[in-house]
């Protein structure tokens, strides 16, 4: 039946259009069904999927000083790098031999745009090397939030004969078998022992066959040598010719003829091989780097080597670290030793779900909190509306979030629930409305249902609709924040106004057909209505009147009025106060209850590897003592598998005999009773202490809660000269050192 809609405005006319319309309910349901198909392919991550790309260029200068490097290579390189677009920063560390620049461009430009127009400004401006001088071809190194380990596997052993060499070949085999897991990118070994061949000359065989160190130098250069000298052909075929072939086994290096003995009685000499005047090893090369494993149950550390795994961008994380367990559960034994264990020292897949699981039970739950108090307030139809309306907008505002890109994270669910009470309030304030005008119409009679819906709707829609886009005012400058918070933070304003638009259409779409559906058979007399209708005067009635009466009516009305706005500015200037006072601490995000924390330790420039092992040892045996660490890993003279914060810190550039690393996971939220946070403050002071005592400087690192920064507080100094800007910089750190709540300071000054 055709209604009129003279008279409605846009709110009205959808209402009457789609309230008795065949094609409404196919349309809910078809916006349920995108909201499943997004919670089914959207990716579950841990952290918000942004673009933050800047690259290391290493140039080697062998034989420089620094203050050479600085003059030939990196200044000249700072000034012609800095004119790429969309270069943020440029900042460049010289070091005898060597020049690393890192070159930080702007957030959210897409990372292969800006690699390659790194790369073009590189080679088409090469003239500026000083490659007659020896300076080699730039390396580059492009960094990004893919490069980021989503998975950590352990390979240790409590068996002593296990060495690291043995762990470091079935870490290469398993790198080969992840590798085939859709979705895998980069996978690396950390700690990982190379092979070498040791040829160890004997000073008397070599003098006794009269064998010079320089021919078996000269003999080993050539034998290790391949090279396609051309084509033969014959018979009508091309055969492919190979000259020599590289050196693959001990066995062909001890089989290399470095000589002929002297000619005797006229016959020629012998061959003299290698094997004859050196003992040719095949070992493990001299470790430059160790890794060592603790978890609870075992009374001493273990060697280990750990395995990062990194996913490719796109792909559901929770999906592929899952592929990766299931992997290594049926190679075990197979591949994997049974005296070989591995444990997941990371999982970023499983934090994701977990995370992403929690927050979608909490809308759910608020959700249907919300039903409830409609079904209280008014009764079971309209709870079903007001419910059916909010299921249908999240499910269209989950797929217009997977449509925009975005993943299933803490960011993107958190404006989900941030905006739950947002989006119901289009849904219950039309619901509210054909309630009080069913009950008028109820009490007058003879206006039909399809007739009061319309103008129900279309008499709050002007309202709703500018209460909307209010509300969405007030949110969408968040997106246009600049630098890291701003794409961090995205998903909030954008995810919380779409939410807004589609719950307005639901509101003027659905919301009509649902109650027209529901309400056609029932007409509601529980709800008072303005004054002009005989209802009852329940109990919220007789609140509200006992406390808004006064301040309208009444020769204290006045008066009234003027008391209750000093007391709501007294209330506001309350509210300003507390966090002048200190009573309330102001900060950009609360602390989240990691499951991980990091210790930085530096020892001073020039200490051995191994020294640096023998304290992290140190520092390992009190973190044994503490109940909520599941396990630790040490890494000395190379890095820790990095986290987000770490990719913004570059702590993988941490490969140096005295810098060690070491990786802390605790013990699941549940098992403990301490936050993350706390539990890194317990241990600060008791591992400095420790760390003191051999001059370490030793730093807890948290992973913070939201976009990481290279430090809470960074000072650059600049000076006329070198030795004024090293003064200025130890008078700092003094300063800091001394200041109250500072915590860790360093700085970037090398050893001379």
């Given at each position: 039946m055709r209604q009129h809609t003279n008279g409605l405005g846009i709110s009205g006319r959808l209402a009457a259009t789609f309230q008795n319309n065949a094609i409404t309910p196919l349309l809910a349901i078809f916006g349920l069904l995108l909201g499943f198909f997004a919670i089914m392919v959207t990716p579950k991550e841990e952290?918000?999927?942004?673009?933050?790309?800047?690259?290391n260029v290493f140039i080697a200068f062998p034989g420089a000083s620094a203050k050479e490097v600085e003059n030939l290579i990196s200044i000249p390189a700072e000034q012609v790098l800095s004119e790429i677009s969309g270069v943020d920063d440029i900042f460049s560390v010289s070091q005898p031999g060597m020049s690393t620049l890192t070159i930080a461009f702007e957030v959210g430009l897409p990372r292969e745009e800006v690699i390659l127009n790194l790369y073009n400004q590189i080679y088409?401006?090469?003239?500026?090397?000083?490659?007659?001088?020896?300076?080699?071809?730039?390396?580059?190194r492009p960094q990004g939030i893919d490069d980021v380990p989503i998975m950590g596997l352990t390979l240790w052993s409590d068996d002593v004969s296990v060495t690291q060499r043995e762990l470091t070949k079935v870490a290469r085999v398993l790198e080969v078998e992840l590798k085939r897991i859709d979705g895998t990118r980069d996978i690396y070994t950390q700690g990982e022992h190379q092979d070498v061949v040791n040829v160890l000359l004997d000073p008397l065989r070599l003098k006794a066959y009269g064998i010079d160190i320089n021919d078996i130098r000269q003999t080993l250069v050539s034998s290790n040598q391949s090279s396609n000298p051309g084509n033969l052909i014959n018979n009508n075929q091309m055969i492919q010719l190979q000259a020599g072939r590289f050196l693959s086994t001990p066995q062909q290096i001890k089989e290399l003829i470095v000589g002929l003995s002297p000619i005797e009685n006229g016959q020629a000499g012998s061959p003299i091989y290698l094997n004859d005047v050196a003992d040719v090893i095949l070992?493990?090369?001299?470790?430059?780097?160790?890794?060592?494993?603790?978890?609870?149950?075992?009374?001493?550390?273990?060697?280990?080597?750990?395995?990062?795994?990194?996913?490719?961008?796109?792909?559901?994380?929770?999906?592929?670290?899952?592929?990766?367990?299931?992997?290594?559960?049926?190679?075990?034994?197979?591949?994997?030793?049974n005296n070989i264990n591995v444990s997941v020292t990371r999982n970023y897949g499983d934090t994701a779900k977990e995370k992403s699981d929690q927050l979608i039970a909490k809308l759910l739950f608020a959700t249907l909190a919300v039903v409830l108090l409609?079904?209280?307030?008014?009764s079971w139809r309209e709870g079903v509306i007001v419910g059916g309306?909010?299921?249908i907008t999240l499910?269209?505002?989950?797929?217009?979030?997977?449509?925009?890109g975005f993943t299933l994270n803490r960011i993107s669910l958190f404006a989900l629930i941030f905006s739950i009470g947002i989006l119901v309030d289009d849904a219950i304030v039309v619901v509210d409305n054909i309630h009080r005008r069913l009950h008028i119409a109820g009490k007058r009679g003879g206006q039909k249902l399809l007739e009061v819906i319309p103008q129900a709707v279309d008499e709050v829609g002007g309202p709703t609709i500018l209460a909307t886009f209010t509300v969405i005012a007030a949110l969408m400058p968040m997106a246009f924040v600049s630098g890291l918070m701003g794409p961090y933070m995205s998903p909030i304003p954008i995810n919380a106004s779409t939410g807004m638009l589609i719950s307005l259409l639901i509101a003027f779409i659905v919301t009509p057909w649902l109650s027209y559906r529901l309400l056609k058979e029932h007409v509601p007399t529980s709800v008072s209505t303005h004054h002009e209708e005989q209802t009852d005067q329940g109990p919220v009635y007789q609140l509200f009147n006992r406390l808004m009466r006064p301040l309208i009516e009444g020769e204290k009305a006045a008066k009234n009025r003027l008391k209750m706005l000093a007391f709501v500015i007294s209330l506001i200037l309350a509210a300003v106060a507390l966090p002048v006072f200190k009573l309330v601490v102001m900060k950009m995000l609360p602390f989240d209850n990691k499951s991980e924390l990091q210790i930085i330790v530096d020892m001073p420039e020039g200490t051995p590897m191994e020294e640096t092992l023998a304290v992290l040892e140190e520092l390992g045996g009190h973190l044994q003592t503490v109940e909520t660490v599941k396990d630790y890993q040490l890494y000395a003279g190379i890095n820790a598998p990095i986290n987000f914060n770490g990719l913004i810190r570059q702590y993988y550039l941490r490969q140096a005999p005295h810098m060690g690393d070491i990786q802390v996971n605790l013990v699941h939220k549940s098992q403990r009773t301490l936050q993350s946070h706390d539990v890194a403050v317990s241990l600060r002071k008791p591992l400095q202490a420790i760390g003191k005592e051999y001059q370490a400087n030793v730093k807890v690192i948290e992973v913070p809660p939201g976009p990481p920064v290279m430090f809470p507080i960074v000072a650059e100094v600049y000076g006329a000269n070198y030795e004024q800007q090293i003064a200025t910089a130890e008078k700092l750190r003094t300063l800091f050192e001394n200041t109250k709540d500072i915590v860790d300071v360093d700085t970037s000054i090398e050893a001379e």
């Open positions: 952290e918000p999927q942004i673009d933050v790309t800047f690259a088409s401006h090469s003239d500026w090397l000083p490659t007659h001088l020896g300076a080699s071809q730039p390396l580059v070992q493990a090369d001299t470790p430059k780097v160790q890794v060592f494993h603790y978890e609870q149950g075992l009374q001493q550390t273990a060697p280990a080597v750990t395995l990062a795994i990194a996913k490719q961008a796109g792909k559901n994380a929770h999906d592929i670290t899952s592929a990766i367990e299931q992997r290594i559960n049926k190679l075990k034994n197979v591949l994997i030793p409609v079904l209280l307030t008014m309306a909010i299921f499910a269209i505002t989950l797929f217009a979030s997977w449509a925009w």
